[in-house]
């Protein structure tokens, strides 16, 4: 049911009612009006009645009575009928009057007894009567006086006059009249109707017109044009809203296409394209803010951690692993408990990995088994595959076991996508800074760390040391006659050299030992926690193992050389490991200077006795 139509039954049943109301209050009024007439009407009656009988009284002609209210009858059509009750003072002292002057019913008894007017309504469907019933009181006001005639007390009641009264006509002609207005109401009605319905009729139109209108643009359509027949300030307002929506349809229509180039479609799903827009906004927000915050992170670490964060906490992932792949493999960067859901053959084989062989996210829900590398009996999954560059990659793993959680991550994972895509670049600029950090620490030639990275860490790893109560021994090595290799074979031998030395030392010493080219051809090694004795048999490996080295220098020719160790031990020798180096190269001094192609232990007596150096 539209509008209009609403509001014209609206009006038709406020003005029938008002019409109702109308007859109802007219009907009582004129009902009031008939009785009170008649009752009027009957009180004449009665006082003519009473003066004709005063009069008869007066000429001794009361014998006649009878003739005078027959005349009263018949020349009054509404009186039906009209007769006398004497009382019994008057009988007792006149004795009886004619048969039709006796007490016809309770009414003329009660009239007779109280002294009042009684009247009472007989309604029946062909006609209505009203009965009067007055009573004939003594009175000794005027002439003549009643009680010089009658035995009895002033304000006694002589008798009663008794009439009936058709109104019938009143009643008929008060229906004709409801009957009239009642018509003229409906006319009436008619008529407002037709008014209403023609001038309200094209406002009606406008408003649906405009109902429309804000509909479509509730959708993010703004190109509704608003028509209206209304002149003044109706037809004002529709053309600002023209105006207002084309500017809408222009600046809305760009504000969302731009927006589709930051946020990919299905990101945000909405059938209100306001609310859609604004959800969007809220996303670009926050992704900046990420991105503004990692921008400051010093190293890749901190970035996963905000990564994790961001996954814990906007996303509320309870289980999940994220894991970085390399050249190296794939390193487990975070799990929330337990252990991953993956078999430990894809730590052997990374190919095994579904979702990082075919770069799409892997959804446990579209397929059973999907990826026969899982081993999560009861739980659900979703990996998902992000490439951070050519060398590094993501894998983000999350477990649940509602399947209804899985289709919340799976609309998830858009926002999830837009996260990394913004800490990608700075994943990548902490990736090359790290890079570009290491190749400045290490040695070009051997891949060993340098003395700058010696001259950076050594305050740490003595701090740790002395914190955990750990100890090093250093060993510093030095090629016999290395300077003839250069001068006699060329620098290309040289190079060989040195590198033989470096392969050497990462074949000998332990992953939590570390190997350094200081110098030239002195290199330096920190051994953690070595005893005495093991350091020397490492010291004994690396000496054996390149003295077994041959080197081809050329001509079907090849060099063999010798390399001689100092060893010193923190903080045995010294309460710094710059000491214990400084200490080591004393003692490679001392190898150096009596024979060569040996290792010495240093000893105090060493700085103490400059014949020893």
Request: with cysteine; glycine share 6%.
């Amino acid at each position: 049911m539209n509008s209009k139509i609403k509001l014209l039954i609206v009006v038709a049943l406020m003005l029938l009612a008002l019409g109702i109301a109308t007859i109802i209050n007219i009907s009582l009024n004129f009902r009031d009006y008939s009785l009170k007439s008649a009752t009027e009407k009957a009180t004449t009656t009665a006082a003519i009645v009473k003066d004709g009988l005063t009069a008869h009284m007066v000429n001794g002609i009361m014998d006649k009575r009878q003739y005078f209210l027959g005349q009263i009858s018949s020349n009054n059509a509404e009186i039906k009928s009209l007769w006398l009750v004497r009382s019994p003072n008057v009988n007792k002292q006149f004795g009886p009057g004619f048969a039709s002057e006796t007490v016809r019913d309770g009414i003329d008894e009660d009239v007779l007894k109280s002294g009042k007017m009684v009247q009472k309504i007989k309604e029946s469907a062909d006609n209505i009567t009203l009965r009067v019933s007055i009573p004939y009181k003594a009175t000794t006001m005027g002439n003549p006086n009643c009680l010089s005639c009658h035995d009895v007390k002033r304000g006694g009641t002589l008798g009663v006059i008794s009439m009936e009264f058709d109104i019938t006509n009143m009643r008929n002609t008060g229906l004709l009249t409801i009957f009239k207005i009642l018509g003229i109401n409906l006319f009436f009605i008619v008529v407002v109707l037709l008014l209403i319905n023609h001038y309200v009729t094209p406002y009606l139109k406008l408003f649906s017109n405009m109902q429309e209108g804000i509909q479509r643009a509730y959708r993010g359509d703004f190109t509704h044009h608003f028509t209206t027949t209304v002149k003044g300030d109706a037809k004002n307002i529709v053309e600002q809203l023209n105006t207002l929506f084309q500017k809408m349809q222009e600046t809305f229509g760009d504000i969302k296409n731009n927006l589709a180039t930051f946020i990919p479609q299905g990101c945000i799903s909405s059938q209100d394209p306001l609310n859609e827009a604004k959800t969007i906004i809220k996303e670009l927000s926050d992704i900046y803010k990420f991105k503004k915050t990692i921008e400051l992170d010093l190293s890749k670490e901190a970035v996963y951690q905000r990564i994790i964060d961001i996954f814990t906490n906007k996303f509320d992932f309870h289980h999940f692993a994220l894991f970085e792949i390399t050249a190296k493999g794939r390193e487990l960067i975070f799990i929330s408990s337990s252990e991953p859901i993956c078999n430990p053959t894809v730590e052997e084989d990374l190919m095994l990995c579904r979702a990082y062989r075919t770069k799409s996210d892997v959804i446990s829900t579209e397929f059973v088994n999907l990826c026969q590398e899982c081993s999560c009996d009861g739980l659900e999954y979703i990996c998902i595959p992000f490439d951070i560059n050519d060398e590094s990659s993501l894998i983000i793993s999350i477990t649940t076991t509602n399947k209804e959680e899985v289709h919340k991550i799976n609309r998830n994972i858009p926002s999830i996508k837009n996260y990394l895509e913004a800490a990608k670049p700075v994943i990548e600029s902490r990736i090359l800074t790290a890079k570009l950090r290491e190749s400045s620490l290490k040695d070009g030639m051997t891949g060993l760390y340098n003395r700058r990275f010696l001259e950076e860490f050594i305050d740490k790893f003595m701090k740790q040391a002395q914190r955990d109560g750990k100890t090093y021994s250093i060993l510093m090595l030095d090629v016999d006659f290395f300077k003839s290799v250069n001068d006699t074979y060329g620098h290309d031998v040289g190079d060989q050299v040195i590198i033989a030395i470096g392969k050497v030392l990462r074949d000998n010493i332990r992953e939590s030992d570390l190997a350094i080219r200081y110098g030239g051809e002195e290199f330096l090694v920190l051994l953690h926690n070595a005893t005495k004795e093991g350091a020397y048999k490492v010291a004994q490996k690396i000496h054996h193992s390149f003295a077994a080295l041959s080197f081809d220098v050329g001509n079907g020719e090849t060099l063999k050389k010798t390399i001689s160790i100092g060893i010193a031990r923190y903080p045995q020798d010294a309460d710094t490991i710059w000491k214990c180096i400084k200490y080591a190269d004393t003692a490679l001094y001392v190898a150096k200077t009596t024979g060569r192609n040996k290792i010495v232990q240093y000893s105090k007596e060493m700085s103490e006795n400059e014949d020893l150096r």
